[in-house]
């Protein structure tokens, strides 16, 4: 297990290098990895979503392969960009249906009930990034940290690695994000 760990950041590091062959050597390495996230992006959708794990993950993937002169630090770095591609994967996605179906149809997600929200409920994906976009301008690290837990299913510590905080920095941050998140999608505080 280790080694596939140190295999896979050699192969970023060499595929930042602009070394092709080094990408198409990682696709087999990671395949898995990138459908978890998948699995994790769609697990909670409406049953008539028609976006597959298989068919997110192969566009992710070819989104990644545009990103040719992107750096990557190291597995997890890469892991959170295909996160953050498969979020922008859904969310067009979602807007694609609700303007071929005049606002109907619209892609719902929803927020696991013991990480997210006090009580079950359902979430609007394009409401939550038009939420997600205002925080990143308030907090950009409390928006990648959304991100990377809710989309890429990161755990705590995986995540202060991505973002370079501590684990303590990243629970206080996750808490008020999600506070944030919640009271912006029910339209803000009433006056």
Request: glycine share 4%; proline share 2%; net charge positive.
């Amino acid at each position: 297990m280790e080694s596939s760990l140190i295999q896979v950041t050699e192969l970023l590091l060499r595929w930042s290098k602009g070394e092709t062959a080094a990408r198409e050597h990682l696709v087999p390495l990671v395949y898995e990895e990138l459908r978890r996230i998948a699995r994790q992006c769609l697990a909670n959708r409406p049953r008539n979503h028609t976006l597959q794990s298989a068919a997110l993950v192969n566009e992710a993937y070819l989104r990644l392969v545009d990103h040719a002169a992107v750096r990557w630090d190291n597995r997890v770095h890469f892991f959170a960009v295909a996160a953050q591609l498969m979020r922008r994967i859904l969310v067009d996605y979602a807007r694609m249906k609700r303007a071929h179906k005049r606002g109907g149809d619209c892609a719902v997600l929803l927020f696991d009930e013991a990480e997210l929200m006090p009580q079950h409920r359902d979430v609007n994906l394009i409401a939550l990034d038009d939420a997600l976009s205002t925080l990143a301008k308030l907090d950009d690290r409390q928006c990648r940290l959304v991100e990377l837990r809710f989309f890429a299913g990161l755990s705590i510590d995986e995540t202060s690695k991505v973002l370079g905080v501590s684990a303590a920095t990243v629970k206080r941050d996750w808490v008020t994000a999600r506070l944030w998140l919640i009271r912006e999608m029910s339209g803000g505080a009433q006056t």
